[in-house]
């Protein structure tokens, strides 16, 4: 892809920990140098996010 000093992620599922992944984001943008944008989504709105379409990347998946 283009490079970016801009991270976009969107985080799918339920019930996230926020002040931790908040932590945890901050601590990544300070080691990478990168701004990380993230939104958390529940499953079923996925499709309004991602679509077949999209240029994005599956990192992690507990489904699979």
């Known amino acids: 892809g283009k ?3 801009i ?3 969107i985080l799918i599922g339920n019930n996230f920990d ?3 992944l908040a ?3 901050e601590k990544a943008e300070d080691l990478t140098s990168l701004k990380i944008r993230y ?3 529940s499953p ?3 499709g309004a996010y991602i ?3 999209d240029e994005s ?5 507990a489904d699979k």
């Open 44 to 46: 079923e709105e996925e």
């Open 18 to 20: 926020t002040s931790f």
């Open 39 to 41: 939104i958390t989504i």
């Open 51 to 53: 679509n077949g379409g």
């Open 3 to 5: 490079k970016s000093r």
């Open 57 to 61: 990347l599956l990192i992690w998946s």
């Open 7 to 9: 991270l976009d992620l």
């Open 23 to 25: 932590k945890l984001v």
